[in-house]
């Protein structure tokens, strides 16, 4: 074998030891039949839920079936565009990939007539003065934005109606 | 558990770090397994299979790793078992090497868990955008605050119980040398001062992100009995339980999910356990913000509802008091994802050897291990004595 020995240009060049490499995976995802019907009617600005036949709870976006029961949903229930907060945090940490003001808020919003919160951005509003029970309406992407997803809502803001009763979301909390 | 009893006899880790750029993965799962060997004065070729668990692939990019770490772990040739359960997979993975000798089908099994979070985006990973489901906007903390601030309105606590978890914590883990975090100059003050990040968790109240790998030995009654009568005290396996739930049902109580609640009430049954607070010497428990201790204190019934912060604010669950919590600083000290799991189980299993060295709780007897993960929907659980059951 012969003698390896580093090239001369090589020498006193700090060595690297790690390269950052973003990792992307592409898939073609398919929403499925229950997801399809509610996406087709988010980009006219509609929430279309599904109701569980065995305990009546209503999902939203619906899946196709109650976690709990185990039973297809089929009955289309429409939402209005309002809610109410849950729950929610005060965001100080940079979202990887996202360019939001610091700090934000990212909430827990119950729409009325559903039974499971979703995870959504709440604007308009002082991050300081937002509160559990706190009544809000989503705010939508212009028209010719719209994307079939959840992110059609652009955020959530405050409706100025006085707060929820506790006893409507307190199961919620 | 079935008819064969079943030991640990050998329990090695890593030493956790931020960055351990001086080993490949396959260099640190096989440090923490030889360090179980040799704990357990066992060979490679005494081990009948592996049983290995970490969180999802795509945190270091490297798709079913157990595949090329098969060789670094002794098991080529042997039969090897990978589990997936997210961030509880470090507890489920033991339990299934229990499981294997516990039905008779191996009499010496290796069991490993590990991570890479440095070369890894693991506090995004449940952030990205998935079609067609509700946006994520805050990443893991981003997720839990929500509940956390749920369980501050139910139980009322005040706002100080998560600074004391977080510097309770952190000053146990200055008594583990394996530990990722030793902050010997940490204060309430300055846990206090420290960032919002997810109000209402602050900087020093989360986890770290930490490369790490634990492992451990589990064997028959007779290998247990072996150990023994070698003078190396095994950690019999009294119980173990693992239960899930679906994450959006409707209902669900993400404060004290049913499912952690079931798991902690089966793995008691089993072990013969009626009253856990009385029972238990030590508990380690995954408490990846600080605020889950008194959560999880109360959805395991060590406590009433609404009492878990009270336990943390008299300080009872501090080395020295009746039911010391995470003696080797917990998951905020040490957060390897995958192996964070089976650290919790390891670290019960050196408590009731009375080998858990600087954070070893005096005398005890019976210790358990939990673990949780995904949106608190998984859970894995064990009890460990010193005594065979």
């Known amino acids: 074998m012969t003698e390896l020995s580093l090239p001369a240009r090589f020498e006193g060049v700090e060595m690297i030891q790690r390269v950052r490499i973003p990792a992307r995976l592409a898939y073609e995802f398919t929403a499925g039949v229950a997801t399809s019907r509610f996406l087709r009617q988010v980009v006219r600005k509609r929430l279309v839920g599904e109701r569980c036949p065995v305990c009546t709870k209503v999902y939203v976006p619906p899946r196709g079936a109650c976690p709990t029961c185990g039973v297809a949903t089929a009955e289309q229930v429409e939402l209005g565009h309002t809610g109410t907060i849950t729950s929610y945090c005060i965001v100080n940490v940079a979202f990887y990939g996202q360019a939001m003001d610091l700090p934000y808020v990212s909430a827990l919003v119950l729409l009325d007539g559903s039974d499971l919160p ?34 059609a809502i652009r955020y959530f803001r405050p409706t100025g109606e006085p707060d929820a009763d506790p006893a409507t979301y307190g199961e919620h909390v | 558990m079935g008819a064969e009893r079943v030991a640990v006899v050998g329990v090695g880790q890593t030493k956790h770090d931020a960055v351990r750029g001086d080993v ?54 042997k039969p090897m078992f990978r589990v997936h359960t997210a961030g509880s997979v470090g507890g489920s993975t033991a339990i299934v090497a229990s499981d294997l000798v516990a039905a008779g089908i191996h009499r010496r099994v290796l069991t490993v868990a590990f991570e890479v979070q440095s070369v890894s985006e693991a506090m995004w990973a449940l952030s990205f955008p998935y079609p067609f489901q509700p946006p994520m906007h805050a990443g893991a903390g981003g997720y839990f605050a929500p509940h956390i601030r749920s369980y501050i309105r139910r139980s009322g606590a005040p706002d100080h119980i998560g600074i004391l978890v977080a510097l309770k914590d952190r000053r146990h883990a200055l008594g583990n040398p394996y530990a990722h975090l030793h902050e010997p100059d940490i204060t309430f003050e300055s846990v206090r001062d420290s960032i919002m990040l997810w109000e209402p968790i602050r900087y020093s109240e989360t986890c770290p992100s930490s490369d790490g790998a634990c492992a451990m030995v589990l064997t028959d009654e007779a290998g247990g009995d072996a150990a023994a009568a070698s003078g190396r005290a095994p950690a019999w396996v009294r119980g173990t339980a693992v239960r899930s739930e679906p994450t959006l049902a409707a209902g669900r109580d993400q404060v004290s999910p049913l499912a952690g609640r079931e798991c902690a009430a089966a793995v008691y049954r089993e072990a013969g356990i009626t009253d856990p607070a009385a029972e238990i010497d030590a508990a380690e428990i995954y408490v990846p913000f600080s605020w889950f201790e008194p959560m999880w204190l109360e959805n395991l019934g060590l406590c009433d509802v609404g009492d878990g912060w009270r336990l943390v604010d008299e300080g009872v669950t501090q080395l020295g008091g009746d039911l010391p919590v995470n003696c080797s600083g917990g998951v905020l000290s040490t957060n390897p994802i995958g192996a964070s799991g089976m650290l919790r189980f390891a670290e019960a299993a050196l408590q009731v050897r009375g080998a858990a060295g600087d954070h070893q709780v005096d005398g005890a007897q019976l210790a358990l291990g939990h673990a949780y993960g995904g949106g608190s929907q998984f859970f894995a659980m064990w009890v460990v004595g010193a005594a065979k059951p």
């Open chain 2, 24 to 77: 490949s993965i396959a260099g640190l799962v096989h440090e923490a397994a030889q360090r179980a060997l040799d704990d357990a004065e066992l060979d490679w070729a005494d081990i009948d299979a592996v049983v290995i668990g970490k969180a999802p692939d795509f945190f270091e990019g490297v798709m079913m790793p157990e595949l090329y770490l098969a060789d670094a772990l002794g098991a080529v040739g």
């Open chain 1, 118 to 151: 979703i995870m959504h951005l709440i604007g308009e509003v002082p991050y300081d003065e937002v509160h559990m029970g706190m009544r809000v309406e989503a705010v939508w992407e212009d028209g010719d934005e719209m994307e079939p997803t959840l992110e």
